[in-house]
């Protein structure tokens, strides 16, 4: 069987791919996820935000009290070798790419220009295959306008695109107006990639504390048909490969998105569920799919279920809203 894909121009030796999370944080599992069938895997996000807030912490550590002590600044080595984060993060990377023969894909997360364009040379030089933008951007100033939000995941784009030479791929939110709009600016603005879709973790509220706390519950299943959806309808119509998150638990789950139209079915939270094995029962499951239908490959069925190739597209529309309503059993 030749599970063999194309994602962001590379290719793959299998359509499933690690998405960024703690699992992929350690050279050892990323070992195993190979062994175990990923074609991919993408690293944990660099987060601008700490890496600057590590340096200002440093920065006020090390000039406290130099009017008072002139050599105080001697007894602290250079800035430089505080980085930690990101210098371990950026060797991760290296020893990534020297011990697997899958792509290593890097993930960024930042909140300025200049962020997302040094860290992005960053990876790259440490030899990163490419790179996955997680745009996570909640526009709370209620002066922004759908148009400025839109703007700003295009102007980043445009920034890493003219500052890197390998794939470059836009893991956007679905919360746009009108999200295949966005998708296809994105689309032409030069995005290599769609990752569809990022999940926004919303805050809860501590009763006891009275105070906001983080909230994190794991994918299942139904969440995937939002980006089914989507991906359905942008399959065959943008030029970016389609990479589908959420939901995915199962191998039925990785050849629903095959057949809507994805290229590469990206999973976190079955892995962190059942654990990184998982990923050689995704492998096995949608293997064994295939062969049941006589199949040799993911190529056969991908997209055979877009808005573009059924022959009822109005499925994809009002016409499955209406029938979802007018046929809901009733007591």
Known sequence: MDLSTSYLGMTLKSPLVASASPLTATLDTIRRLEDCGAGA?????????????????????????IDSFGEALSYFPSQASYAFDIERHLALIEHAVAAVDIPVIASLNGVTDEGWIEHARAVEHAGAQAIELNIYFIPSDLQLSGHDVEQRYLDVLAAVKSSVSIPVAVKVGPYFSAPGHMAMQLDEAGADGLVLFNRFYEPDIDLARLELSPSLELSEPYEMRLPLLWIGILAGRARASLAATSGVDSGDDVVKYLL?????????????????????????????????????????????????????????ERANYIKVLQGYPTR
Do not use: C, Y
């Open 260 to 316: 809507a139209g994805a290229d590469v079915v990206m999973t976190t939270s079955a892995l962190l569920r059942h654990g990184v094995g998982h990923m050689r029962v995704l492998t096995d499951q949608i293997t064994r799919w295939l062969e049941a239908r006589g199949l040799d490959s993911p190529n056969a069925i991908r997209g055979k279920m877009s808005h573009r190739t059924i022959a009822n597209p109005e499925a994809f």
């Open 41 to 65: 895997v993408v690293l944990p996000s660099i987060f601008e935000e700490q890496i600057t807030h590590e340096q200002e912490l440093l920065d006020a550590l090390v000039t406290n009290g």
